[in-house]
């Protein structure tokens, strides 16, 4: 039997990621990953986990172990809700579904919105995650430029005048707005207000994806485009993955009820529930106040480690290599010259026990070749120094011989 | 914004089911419902958990509540491949991928293989999730009698041919050889052997769902598709949620090398990985040998659940409501009187705080209205016998209203 004569259309192209692959050769000793977002794990508040686990056990251990509904764990969305409506958001209960961690969000954006051939408009680098599940079902990506305050407004009006003027309205808009995964931007609050304006006036769904906000090492707090617009045609995700523990697998999605019933009903269709028992434990975390606790560790952590990779960077990259410096979230976005490809750099890195996400990941049709993420929550500020010295003593040597 | 222009085609039939709408009505005091298919909480062994967490917390902490890999830990791989090697699969590690519960296997096969339009052979009556499942990527399913046996291989021939005449190759045929939902069929071997000679002969892939295969009561264990076809061209579902906790949302899928890396890249893009800490806490119930401690009770009191529903039903069922004994599994498949409709049935049966699943459910074309499935595995065995005293009073009022 063909296995391939069998696969769907949408399926046949996915292939197992080039970069995915080569980041898999870092699981050796030595290696210095900045490939990842992964929160640094020293901070894990092991200890509570404990005393939370002990205490689901000692009073709902039944509900925890057996199937939950698809809208969520009940107490964990109410902690939810409690906190987007101190922040500003004007949600109720029904607004909110409980998902397996936002990459979950991500598919169900599929399998709700996207039929074969329609078009997403994104920035321009986006996330990989985003692009890869959008892909998964067809969609075609219309990845459109930021500058440092966000994507350009410009540059959307003319890219979604021209998908209008073809017959091809675009799905949504998928933002990540703060501190943006991977070029670090935050958009400003004038872009934001121009973004949401034109969306507004052309009836564009907008989602918002949001996993690094509560990661804002400085600079005032913006209104998110959810409050911005009291909710209205927006989708919000957000995720524990990066302020608390991704070994949870706990996302959610805020949008009017209309919609979040139509997530229900893919989730139902895709895995029941998630699980009841990782659900429990966030919440008691909220009830008790312990995940502020944590977050406000790791925010300053990660805020010194940004710091001492800013100076490493200084310090040791040669004076053609530029990045942006984010005022927060988790990555840096570096520029190498024009005529370095960084996925050919990764494969040398490899062998200099360093590793980094090459730049054309974040880009569905391949641009970015001369770029990288790297990331500095998860590594000590140590092992961040070194990397950065690696990696620059690998960029001299091959601008030298380029 | 009018939502239900945006949604996808595949999507916009979805509705919430009027049936999964009348069963959330049963979550009232004095309700007993036989609607799902739960494990008895009251066998969790809520005592080893406490002690597997502890241990998960002391050695291997930051493994478990980090990212872990899309394939799945390599622990709970490694000690599934061993379960299944002592049974008789020639497998490896690589033809084993750990899923977030088996209805995220069911979704990933729609993800891979289906195409709009595709056809999908199933038995009738099937499993309502797969059914959802594939309705979702827009597949059409094709159901085929069954008899005692099983599926009937002259109405899976006559359908097959059919379909190949009129140009439309199904993708797979969907089977649950043991103790099937709802229909309680455990396939003979003989028809086993018939199914999968015809399979190979006309090149169709199977997928064997096996939920239930480890609760066989009585009888001598027949051996799996997969095991009988020495994994080729098959593929084979299984979970932790009906022998285990569904809490823990861990399933898996064996298959070649080749479509477990299909399976690979597809959940990649759907949620990135399952939870390492239900994981690992699946993992360490298998290796100390705790998980066939709970099997070997939970199998001992659902046969006396099953056997004392089978005296039950004689006792209260009026002599028009006939059902089929199973060997094994979670449920019975009743059947009522041609004129009644078991839908309207479910209405009043709410009132009298009794629940069920109506047949209707599954059949991907409403067939089966005058059918119930009732699950024996979950309530107590006095509200078992309670329920279906309720139930069979129902009936007769029912049977001389009309």
């Not at 080569?22 to 210095?32: F, Q, S």
Request: hydrophobic fraction near 40%; glycine fraction near 6%.
């Amino acid at each position: 039997m063909k296995i391939n004569d069998l696969l769907a259309e949408n399926h046949r192209s996915m292939q197992r990621s080039e970069i995915r692959e080569l980041l898999k050769l870092t699981a050796v000793p030595g290696m210095i990953s900045l490939g990842g977002g992964l929160p640094d794990p020293q901070y894990f508040p092991v200890e509570r986990i404990r005393v939370a686990f002990e205490e689901i056990m000692e009073t709902d251990a039944v509900a925890a172990l057996q199937y939950g509904t698809t809208e969520g764990d009940n107490v964990l969305r109410e902690e939810l809700v409690r906190r987007y409506q101190a922040l500003g958001f004007r949600i109720k209960l029904e607004n909110l579904v409980i998902v397996s961690g936002s990459q979950q969000a991500l598919d169900l954006l599929g399998k709700v919105f996207i039929n074969k051939c329609d078009t997403i408009l994104c920035e321009s680098p986006s996330y990989l995650g985003a692009i890869g599940a959008f892909l998964s079902y067809g969609g075609e990506l219309i990845d459109i430029p930021m500058d440092s305050d966000g994507i350009s407004l410009e540059e959307l009006t003319s890219s979604y005048e021209a998908l209008k003027q073809s017959g091809r309205i675009p799905k949504f808009l998928y933002l990540i707005p703060d501190y943006q995964n991977p070029s670090g931007i935050h958009m400003s609050l004038s872009r934001r207000q121009q973004i949401l304006a034109y969306a507004y006036e052309n009836d564009i769904l907008v989602v918002e994806d949001s996993p690094y906000r509560e990661f804002n090492f400085e600079g005032e707090r913006l209104p998110s485009l959810y409050e911005m617009r009291g909710g209205k045609d927006i989708i919000h995700l957000g995720t524990f993955s990066k302020t608390f523990m991704p070994g949870l697998r706990i996302g959610w999605i805020i949008a009017s009820e209309e919609i979040i019933d139509r997530f229900v009903i893919a989730k139902q269709n895709t895995d029941l529930c998630t699980s009841p028992l990782t659900q429990k434990i966030a919440a008691l975390f909220l009830q008790k106040g312990w995940f502020d606790d944590y977050l406000e560790i790791v925010k300053r952590e990660y805020k010194v480690k940004r710091d001492e990779m800013i100076k490493a960077l200084h310090e040791f990259m040669p004076e053609e290599v530029t990045w942006f410096e984010p005022n927060g979230g988790l990555f840096f976005f570096i520029n190498f010259p024009e005529r370095m490809n960084a996925t050919e750099l990764l494969k040398k890195a490899i062998e200099k026990k360093v590793a980094f996400v090459p730049g054309s990941a974040f880009f569905p049709f391949g641009k970015g070749y001369n770029h990288a993420r790297i990331n500095f929550s998860y590594s000590s500020i140590e092992n961040n120094r070194i990397a950065v010295q690696r990696l620059a003593s690998l960029i001299r040597e091959e601008m030298a011989s380029i």
